[in-house]
């Protein structure tokens, strides 16, 4: 079982960064993969980046590419998400995810969420 809390998420105007940070409790595993999702209303859920575990380069959804970092910190058990250049179409639920094989369909541990508003 694995438990992700999500914090860091709030309003900030047009070109300005933020840095998501999403906890993660119980065994890591080498074979985990973890995710940063968002979802604005009408739209589809959107895989935004992701990375195996202190492993392999980080994925990044085109929207995001060059603007958000995805990172681990082993010591904390924590991966962020580092926002910069924020658009207001940026403006979504930000979620964290985990799935225990990085090779599965599904992630299938998730955090509560966290609003980004991004203002013009």
């Known amino acids: 079982q694995v438990q992700l809390v999500e914090s860091g998420g709030g309003l900030v105007q047009a070109g300005g960064s933020l840095r998501l940070s999403c906890a993660a409790s119980g065994r890591t595993i080498s074979t985990r993969a973890l995710g940063w999702f968002r979802q604005a209303p009408g739209k589809e859920r959107e895989l935004l980046a992701a990375i195996r575990w202190n492993a392999g380069a980080p994925y990044y959804a085109d929207s995001v590419k060059g603007r958000f970092t995805i990172s681990g910190d082993n010591a904390k058990n924590t991966v962020y998400l580092q926002m910069n250049s924020l658009k207001p179409e940026d403006t979504a639920v930000y979620y964290c995810?985990?799935?225990?094989?990085?090779?599965?369909?599904?992630?299938?541990?998730w955090g509560q969420g966290t609003q980004v508003t991004v203002s013009s």
């Open positions: 995810a985990a799935k225990d094989y990085f090779w599965q369909k599904d992630y299938n541990y």
